[in-house]
């Protein structure tokens, strides 16, 4: 079984960026297709990105479009999410996660949850 680590979660304020990385251990990344999600207190889990194993495609919700990049590099077997211009409204554990079936922005499409980093945007 894969195990995904995240990191690179923090305080940071309003308008500021982060890079969040997960990190594969126990296997390579290089054939699956990966997706960030987050959760914030009360809320449900909810889609951030995903990028297909080979890279070459990419998705985003539309609350971080434009601000959010998600890479991947499969040689180190970690996948990126950048994001930038931080609002408060992105405070949340962020999570990833290998995608399985279906849909990519539907949670239950994926398997191997991390046990998340989490992201406070002060205002």
């Known amino acids: 079984q894969v195990q995904w680590v995240e990191s690179g979660g923090g305080l940071v304020q309003a308008g500021g960026s982060l890079r969040l990385s997960c990190a594969a251990s126990?296997?390579?990344?290089?054939?699956?297709?990966m997706g960030w999600f987050r959760q914030a207190p009360g809320k449900e889990r909810e889609f951030v990105a995903a990028?297909?194993?080979?890279?070459?495609?990419?998705y985003y919700a539309n609350s971080v479009k434009g601000r959010g990049t998600i890479s991947r590099d499969n040689a180190k077997n970690t996948v990126y999410l950048q994001m930038n211009s931080l609002k408060s409204e992105d405070t949340a554990v962020y999570y990833c996660?290998?995608?399985?079936?279906?849909?990519?922005?539907?949670?239950?499409?994926?398997?191997?949850w991390g046990q998340g980093t989490q992201v406070t945007v002060s205002s």
């Open positions: 996660a290998r995608h399985y079936s279906g849909s990519y922005y539907y949670p239950p499409s994926y398997i191997d």
């Open positions: 990028i297909l194993w080979s890279g070459d495609s990419t």
């Open positions: 126990g296997r390579t990344v290089s054939g699956y297709t």
